[in-house]
């Protein structure tokens, strides 16, 4: 005995012999079986043991048996059978052969536990162990599982018959059974011969006791759970399909996820191809003909960096009517082919490349699944075996299918995101300002990034020139996402610039924004989608002149200003609901800006990129904003870069930023004009006097006729008191004429025989542009005349 087996160590002759063919180990009951101590064999070469000089008998594979004749220590030849199994390498412990064989039994079947014999007529795999856990006895369909006689393993140990960890595990549990008296389960995999794939088996084990309840024995009862196993497998691949292909609506991380799933559970190789067409804005064909385009967007293998693929992804390849591809795609059915039925050669012999590779990889088997959803083909799944050696069998194809079919929808959905992704974007791009006006007021730059991780939303800029040298700047965000957010921001930002023409105040325009997204709401309502329809919006306007800005907001996040020495921070602008509410007003706020000061106009996607603090992200934007920079575009640059993550943010962003600039007061004049028809020709000289100081004196014709007739037309129709400015900066001179009146002038074509009525089309055909803007004491006529650099 030894404190390994304490049971009973001489009942089992053992030897453990190095590949190289050396002793390495030798119990009691080899010594009892051939009168060899240890210290006389061990070390020593193990075919000295052998009673012939013939050495062809050496063991190959992972078991072997037979009977040999050994030669004992006294001189006499013994014929021995011998069961010997090659043990792999463990840690340090090298590669060897454990060669095992039952000593005499010495009378063992006086100790048989009690009720063998009803035992052994089991329809199951039985083997019943003595109370040393020494073999007994065994059934027919045991004897059939280990494929050894029954006769040679009586005596033996589990550990010993089946030698691998298993089997000592197994053992393990029947000494626990034998010593508590509690029957036990198990569930292993094993060989249950060599050549054999690896079976799963419930081992079932039962103490057997006396009448008096003393333990003598335990049964072993073993049932074959593949086909269970297989089927639990199956279904939990299914699922595991289900959770893991889909997490996102882009083509080729689909794509990859089937692959990954079913490598390696149920190929070794997997590639996914797509018809080429499936990435474009056309649908694929419902079946295609051969020739076939297709387009390698993922695979996966068992072998790092898949040496056996012969294309690579985003790699377009023409497949012929005999491909494996083409003939599953025309077909609409799987198709398998294998090396056995010559197949599989002859699916290869059209490409030499592929061809080579399935011989280098030993490839014996493919099975090609098409992917089709909603009535469409969108590419095929090749799925390959080559270190598995079992063949695709039809219950692989049900599974291959049903994995192909879920993973299928999710391409599909994601093709249609993608391209639908892809128009909304297209829009959004076509309705966004491609460049920003250059106007005196201010230098600006912007940024917009569509989402990464979403459909497009409905955030938008822009810069508006207005008159007076002034300039509108407004963002805003629809609520929403895809085409129609973008549609639904094209209509708001058409609709603020046709607003911001007629010169409305900040919280005028807004309101008038506010009917229209009411308006717009109510229609999505006539379609089934009520209140759908929303949005945020700031809207500012600058005076160059004043250098004061006016701001409201509905609903959207306030400005950040960077005075030209100090730090940055938050405009207090009174929040105001988000277009679409009604009912509730809006309010203005004016602010005075220093030349120099920076303007920064975002959405919510930029500083609720990162975790979605926007109290953080504001923080980090005025950093960023501080920082010192060669140029506007360069802070635009940064911003994005401290704010935004890598992989790209789950909303729309976008980002203006403007530099104000002051107009000096030399460049403006002003003069109070008294309701007196007879000055209107001393207030021509002064403007041309005017003029001649700013060396100006080419636009002195057309300025003194604009001035005269909006000067003329404010003494007829307007209420004083009325005033005269005259702005220029280096491209434009500005002739604005204000009174208190209210009422508006209106183009007109005169009458031949009318007296009056031509002077406004004078002024239209004279100038670049005219118009009119109210104020809060009256209104306001204007006139741009371009200036011809001398």
Same mark, same amino acid.
């Given at each position: 005995m030894s404190p390994d087996d304490p049971f009973d160590d001489a009942a089992t002759a053992r030897a453990v012999i190095s590949e190289n063919g050396t002793l390495t180990g030798w119990n009691s009951g080899a010594q009892r079986l051939l009168g060899w101590a240890p210290d006389e064999v061990v070390g020593r070469p193990a075919v000295r043991l052998l009673a012939t000089a013939d050495t062809s008998v050496a063991p190959a594979g992972p078991r072997w048996d037979g009977t040999l004749t050994l030669r004992h220590r006294d001189g006499h030849s013994l014929p021995v059978w011998l069961l010997a199994h090659r043990l792999a390498e463990d840690g340090d412990r090298p590669a060897r052969w454990l060669v095992v064989?039952? /000593?005499?039994?010495? %009378?063992?079947?006086?100790?048989? @536990? +009690?009720?063998?014999?009803?035992?052994m007529q089991a329809p199951c795999a039985v083997a019943v162990y003595d109370g040393r856990l020494r073999l007994r006895r065994m059934n027919g369909a045991m004897a059939e599982v280990l494929g050894l006689p029954p006769e040679r393993l009586r005596g033996l140990t589990l550990s010993e018959i089946g030698g691998r960890p298993q089997s000592e595990e197994l053992e393990r549990r029947l000494r626990e059974v034998l010593t508590t008296g509690l029957p036990q389960d198990v569930q292993t995999s094993m060989r249950a011969g060599p050549g054999k794939e690896p079976t799963a088996w419930l081992a079932r084990m039962a103490p057997l006791t006396d009448g008096e309840g003393r333990v003598h024995g335990v049964c072993l009862a073993a049932h074959d759970i593949t086909e269970n196993n297989r089927a639990r497998e199956r279904l939990q691949l299914v699922n595991e399909a289900s959770v893991r292909i889909g997490t996102t609506l882009d083509v080729t991380r689909t794509a990859q996820e089937l692959a990954d799933v079913c490598v390696p559970a149920?190929?070794?190789?997997?590639? /996914?191809?797509?018809?080429?067409?499936?990435?474009?804005? *056309?649908?694929? @064909?419902? !079946? +295609?003909?051969?020739?076939?385009s297709l387009r390698r967007v993922a695979h996966r293998s068992v072998s790092p960096g898949t040496p056996e693929a012969a294309a690579q992804p985003g790699e377009v390849q023409s497949y012929p009517a005999a491909s494996p591809q083409a003939d599953s795609l025309m077909q609409g059915r799987t198709v398998i082919a294998s090396a056995g039925s010559g197949s599989l050669q002859r699916w290869l012999a059209w490409d030499p490349v592929r061809h080579s590779r399935a011989q280098e990889f030993g490839v014996h088997t493919t099975m090609s699944v098409p992917i089709r959803a909603r009535g469409t083909t969108l590419g095929v799944a090749v799925l390959t075996r080559y270190r598995r050696q079992d063949p695709f069998t039809p219950d692989d194809v049900l599974l291959a299918e049903e994995v192909t079919a879920r993973a299928a929808v999710c391409i599909d959905n994601a093709r249609r995101y993608s391209r639908e992704r892809d128009t909304a974007l297209a829009l959004q791009r076509s309705l966004l300002p491609r460049n920003l006006p250059r106007t005196a007021a201010v230098v600006a730059a912007s940024r917009y990034l569509p989402a990464a991780r979403s459909s497009v939303g409905g955030d938008w800029f822009d810069v508006i020139p207005l008159s007076g040298l002034r300039v509108a700047m407004v963002v805003g965000d629809v609520i929403g996402e895809g085409?129609?957010? #973008?549609?639904?921001? =094209?209509?708001?930002? &058409?609709? /603020?610039r046709t607003l911001a023409d007629?010169?409305?105040? +900040?919280?005028?325009?807004?309101t008038h924004l506010d009917d229209l997204v009411i308006r717009l709401s109510e229609e999505a309502g006539d379609q089934g989608s009520p209140g759908e329809v929303g949005a945020t919006c700031l809207y500012a306007v600058y005076d160059p002149v004043s250098r004061r800005c006016t701001i409201a907001r509905a609903g959207h996040a306030p400005p950040v200003v960077l005075p030209?020495? %100090? +730090?940055?921070? !938050?405009v207090p602008v009174p929040a105001g609901p988000p277009l679409g509410v009604g009912g509730l007003p809006f309010e203005c706020t004016e602010v005075e800006l220093r030349e120099g000061s920076v303007l920064a106009f975002y959405t919510d996607g930029l500083i609720e990129a990162r975790g979605g603090d926007a109290d953080a992200g504001l923080r980090v934007l005025c950093e960023a904003l501080e920082a010192p920079a060669d140029s506007l575009e360069e802070s635009c640059d940064r911003i994005l870069h401290a704010l935004l993550p890598p992989g790209g943010t789950a909303d729309d962003v976008a980002l203006l930023l403007a530099r104000t600039q002051g107009l000096a007061p030399s460049r403006v004049a002003t003069w109070d004009i008294p309701a007196d028809p007879a000055l209107v020709g001393p207030v021509r000289k002064q403007v041309v006097d005017q003029l001649r100081e700013w060396r100006l004196t080419e636009a002195s014709f057309t300025a003194e006729l604009v001035v005269?007739?909006?000067? &003329?037309?404010?003494? !007829?129709? =307007?209420? @004083?008191?009325?005033?005269? !400015?005259?702005?220029?900066?280096?491209?434009?001179?500005?002739?604005?004429? #204000?009174? &208190?009146?209210?009422?508006?002038?209106?183009?007109?074509?005169?009458?031949?025989?009318?007296? *009056? *009525?031509r002077g406004l089309l004078l002024v239209a055909q004279l100038t670049q542009r005219w118009g009119s803007r109210h104020t809060t004491e009256g209104k306001t006529i204007w006139a741009e005349l371009g200036l011809v650099e001398a």
């Open positions: 064989t039952p /000593v005499a039994d010495d %009378g063992a079947d006086a100790d048989d @536990p +009690p009720d063998v014999a009803g035992l149920l190929a070794d190789l997997v590639s /996914v191809d797509l018809l080429d067409a499936a990435d474009q804005t *056309g649908e694929p @064909p419902p !079946r +295609p003909t051969a020739p076939v085409i129609q957010a #973008s549609a639904t921001m =094209g209509r708001l930002r &058409t609709a /603020v007629i010169d409305l105040s +900040p919280d005028e325009l807004l030209p020495d %100090g +730090p940055p921070h !938050r005269s007739e909006l000067v &003329t037309n404010a003494i !007829r129709y =307007g209420t @004083p008191p009325i005033r005269l !400015r005259l702005i220029h900066d280096s491209a434009t001179l500005i002739c604005e004429v #204000s009174d &208190t009146s209210h009422t508006a002038p209106h183009l007109r074509r005169a009458k031949t025989w009318d007296e *009056g *009525g």
